[in-house]
């Protein structure tokens, strides 16, 4: 599975972005897609997942109410809105997926919150 991130970028302190990832190649099996962060000098750490057979979202308690996970049409597109962002949400947000032949990552794309 090939996972191409977008959508990242410089925002202030309240503001908004959404990220998208689209996923290619073989993926029948995944049943789980997902957003992971790794901000400076921080371990990686997730942010949100969707199943792919029942649409149930998990998140992390950070960014419980301010961001949303979904999947777009195709289905195999992931998007990431995220609203009311912070400075600590300054990371690298990584685009995951989870399926019958294993884990695949995106290359990831920045995202810079200015105070």
């Known amino acids: 599975v090939q996972l191409v991130e977008s959508g990242g970028g410089l925002v202030q302190a309240g503001g908004s972005l959404s990220l998208s990832c689209a996923a290619s190649?073989?993926?029948?099996?995944?049943?789980?897609m997902g957003w992971y962060r790794q901000g400076p000098g921080k371990e990686r750490e997730l942010v949100a997942t969707?199943?792919?057979?029942?649409?149930?979202?998990n998140y992390a308690d950070s960014v419980k109410g301010r961001f949303t996970i979904s999947r777009g049409n195709p289905k195999n597109i992931l998007y990431l809105q995220m609203n009311s962002l912070k400075p600590e949400d300054t990371a690298v947000y990584y685009c995951?997926?989870?399926?019958?032949?294993?884990?695949?990552w995106g290359q990831g794309t920045q995202v810079t919150v200015s105070s």
């Open positions: 969707i199943s792919t057979r029942t649409d149930s979202t």
């Open positions: 995951n997926t989870v399926g019958l032949f294993g884990a695949s």
């Open positions: 190649g073989n993926t029948f099996g995944i049943h789980t």
